[in-house]
């Protein structure tokens, strides 16, 4: 398996090391719940129950949880959850823990009288949800054990007994003890094999899963390597042709026939066309150069959308369309890689003004909210059907319609505007109704995360 | 008048001999090198008026080798270098002459395909005025 090695030693495993820890979390927060319910109830317990249950020993208990629970806070707070196992082997340390004082604690008070038992059941279905195979096992013999210990350590008489109900003699009735023993050795064993085998299968599912992704992964690079290779190759015979016949133009351009003429200019644009599509493959297989310190800058994103608007209005003036911008009247400044995200709103753009109808109105607008910015590329032209929603961003993919209306484009620029949203940490959002318009949404978050991009309202002095 | 003699050095022979009809076209004189090693040779022994070089030739990068060998010999480093280079070319360089005009030693890119009016105004932009 050619697995990324960041997925491959947890892929064995159902949950990550990091979502355990979560849950981790929350056990030591009910944790504190039951060492708090066991201090309070010891306290009240004597007036709601009106029996003498032995005080010191369930306080001794209740601190004995407390003092657990602290060690596994403070050794969560110190220790990242990176390690999948070293997080698992806790888990069982644990519950080894917490079914030991379950069983202490039931002893204390009394025993198989007790409805307390069902949370053995609880902690055997969690150690077959996160445990495989004979673990799981381990966990229901060491609960039935515990349990099966403590009920027959009373029933001969070498355990002491503490009377939960008033003048109850269960704990001496052996048909009622073998009873609740069989029901308890069998909804332990039921559970753990339960747990255990839809979880086997859950694992087998997501390994599948992993595989499978590695695959698309490994799939999508050699078809980049493929693209880089095509690129390399053909880009300098196409340099060379465009400039052979641009020469050929300019310097004999006035000895030649008309019809050569217009045959050699012909080529130009083709050659031009051919020429774009090497520079938007080299943009696609390269990439833009992510979000590198030295590639950061500071963009103002509405003087940007503005500078991009106007690069299209001699084609928009030609086809009678509008195009209008909105942006806040305090700058909205993005900490970014500037050439990469201007690629990204130059396609958005020029894409929509290509594919507008006559006389349509193309849209931007710049918006900050309280921990987002997005810009909004939106026209009213031919627009994008559902079954093309996904394809459009494919390599060379260009939708019926978008043929019909024009012979431009590479094919490759929302192929590039995916992979380089990808690379500055945005998200992508696409909204249309066919024959209606299109309309794209590029949202970055304003706080620094993971990806660096920080974004941010532009300081004083700045004036809109 | 004594014409002014160009250096093109490319491995491309194709573009050589388009970049040779554009150049003689405005009455320049044209000498050629298919390779850095030559191209050194004939600056040194021919001493052109400005020099046209490939930033990619058989190998990456040996564009800039030689220009930094052109630049850092006595006889050559006063010739203009312009380079020609292609938008999918794979240097690590950073083609911007006036950010890094400190370490490139180069005084124009020239970024393929190489457009004949744009090629002979960055010629007539970079010889030197006075013979």
């Known amino acids: 398996m050619a697995a990324d090695p960041k997925i491959a030693p947890e892929s064995s495993h159902f949950v990550s090391a990091a979502s355990l820890r979560v849950r981790l979390d929350w056990f030591n927060k009910l944790r504190w719940g039951a060492a708090v319910g066991v201090l309070v109830a010891t306290l009240l317990g004597e007036r709601l129950l009106a029996q003498s249950l032995p005080l010191r020993s369930l306080l001794m208990a209740g601190s004995v949880l407390v003092f657990m629970n602290l060690g596994y806070v403070l050794r969560n707070l110190r220790l990242p959850p990176t390690d999948i196992v070293a997080e698992l082997r806790l888990v069982k340390l644990q519950m080894l823990g917490d079914l030991l004082v379950l069983t202490i604690l039931l002893n204390l008070t009394g025993g198989v009288e007790n409805p307390l038992l069902y949370i053995y059941v609880v902690h055997v279905i969690l150690a077959s949800l996160l445990f495989k195979g004979k673990e799981i096992y381990q966990i229901a013999w060491l609960a039935i054990g515990l349990f099966t210990a403590e009920v027959m350590g009373e029933y001969l008489g070498w355990l002491p007994h503490h009377h939960l109900l008033s003048a109850s003699d269960l704990t001496h009735q052996l048909p009622f003890i073998v009873l609740t023993l069989a029901s308890f050795w069998l909804v332990l064993l039921f559970c753990a094999y339960m747990g255990a085998s839809i979880m086997k299968h859950n694992r087998a599912i997501k390994d599948e899963l992993v595989d499978r992704q590695a695959e698309l992964i490994a799939a999508d690079r050699s078809k980049m390597d493929f693209f880089r290779f095509v690129t390399h190759e053909i880009k300098s015979p196409v340099n060379t042709a465009q400039s052979a016949v641009e020469t050929a133009l300019e310097v004999g351009g006035a000895s030649l026939d008309e019809g050569v003429q217009d045959m050699l200019s012909r080529a130009v644009r083709r050659l031009e066309q051919a020429t774009d599509i090497v520079k938007d493959l080299a943009d696609l297989t390269r990439g833009g150069g992510g979000l590198k310190q030295e590639n950061l800058s500071d963009v103002d994103l509405g003087r940007l959308a503005a500078f991009l608007l106007d690069r299209q209005k001699d084609v928009a003036d030609r086809t009678g369309q509008n195009l209008e911008l909105e942006t806040p009247q305090k700058p909205v400044i993005m900490h970014t890689n500037q050439a990469m995200l201007e690629k990204i709103l130059d396609n958005l753009v020029s894409n929509a003004v290509r594919y507008n109808r006559e006389g349509g109105r193309v849209l931007v607008q710049v918006r900050r909210s309280s921990d987002r910015v997005c810009i909004v590329v939106g026209d009213e032209g031919i627009g994008i059907a559902p079954e093309d929603r996904e394809r459009i961003f494919e390599e060379f993919y260009r939708s019926t319609a978008a043929q019909r209306k024009s012979t431009l484009g590479t094919g490759l620029g929302l192929a590039i505007v995916r992979r380089f949203m990808q690379e500055l940490g945005g998200h992508l959002d696409l909204d249309s109704e066919p024959g209606r318009g299109a309309t794209f949404t590029v949202e970055f978050p304003l706080t620094a995360g993971r990806n660096g991009a920080v974004a941010s309202t532009g300081g004083k002095g700045h004036d809109g | ?131």
């Open chain 2, 1 to 131: 008048m004594n014409k002014k003699t160009i250096l093109v050095i490319d491995d491309d022979i194709d573009l050589v001999e388009i970049i040779r009809v554009t150049l003689e076209n405005e009455d320049y004189e044209v000498i050629d090198a298919q390779n850095g090693e030559r191209g050194i040779a004939l600056a040194k022994e021919q001493n052109p008026d400005l020099i046209l070089l490939d930033v990619m030739m058989s190998k990456v990068d040996e564009g800039f080798q030689v220009a930094y060998e052109l630049r850092g010999s006595a006889e050559t480093k006063e010739i203009p270098i312009l380079m020609l280079t292609a938008v999918a070319d794979q240097t690590g360089f950073d083609f911007n002459p006036d950010k890094d005009a400190d370490f490139l030693p180069v005084d124009e890119f020239i970024e393929k395909p190489v457009s004949p009016r744009r090629l002979v105004d960055m010629v007539r932009k970079h010889l030197p005025t006075s013979v």
